[in-house]
Each structure stands twice: as structure tokens, then as C-alpha cells.
């Protein structure tokens, strides 16, 4: 599960998941500090991954992902926060607050 912002330059992802991504040395990434969503100098590595979309992939072509430079962060309270670049760059994001949920289109 990850949480989805609009105003996120970027998608952070929780270091904890690095190395089911093939990325078991993500501290080699281009170290950044981050800033905003209540963090204030939180470290993080900038690395390319995959992102995959399960329900995307069962309906449309999606089967390699997308490829992104993610920002990969030790303690991040989330699995992944998606911003601009891995999401909002790709899909229109529709917001459905009554349903809290997120729907994706190409």
C-alpha cells in the first residue's frame, strides 16, 4: 500500500523494500535531502526502479512497469509515498474522497 501527493516532486520509497527491488545497496544512490511532507533533512538515496501498478497490469499492457528514479529513505513511515515523477507524470490521478481511493488512467 502507498499513499499518493500531488505535490511531491518525487516518489520516496521505504529503504526497507530496497532489496526486493534489486536494489540491496541503495545507499550507492546519489544521496539528497529531503524536505517537506513534515520532513525536515530526512536522508535519501536517489536510485532507478520499477514501479508496478497490479490492477494496471491485468488490464492493460503494463507488464514492464515504469521506470523511475525513486528516493529511497531508512524510517520512512510508509511502504511509498508516490509524487510526480513515477505517478502523476504517466496517469491522470483521479481523487475519490468518499471512497478514499485513487483511480489511474492513461
Given at each position: 500500500l502507498a499513499?499518493?501527493?500531488?505535490?511531491?516532486?518525487y516518489?520516496?520509497?521505504?529503504a526497507a523494500w530496497a532489496?526486493?527491488?534489486g536494489l540491496p545497496r541503495y545507499y550507492d544512490g546519489v544521496r539528497v535531502e529531503v524536505n517537506g511532507l513534515g520532513f525536515i533533512g530526512l536522508v535519501g538515496y536517489v536510485n532507478e526502479t520499477t514501479i508496478r501498478f497490479p490492477a494496471l497490469h491485468q488490464?492493460?499492457?503494463d507488464h514492464e512497469g515504469l521506470k523511475v528514479n525513486a528516493v529511497?529513505?531508512?524510517d520512512l513511515p510508509e511502504a511509498a509515498i508516490l509524487g510526480?515523477?513515477?505517478l502523476f507524470e504517466h496517469f491522470r490521478v483521479v481523487f475519490c474522497s468518499?471512497?478514499?481511493?485513487l483511480v489511474l488512467c492513461r
Open positions: 499513499l499518493a501527493d500531488s505535490g511531491l516532486p516518489t520516496l520509497i521505504n532489496k526486493q527491488l488490464q492493460q499492457d529511497f529513505v531508512r510526480y515523477a513515477g468518499f471512497s478514499q481511493r
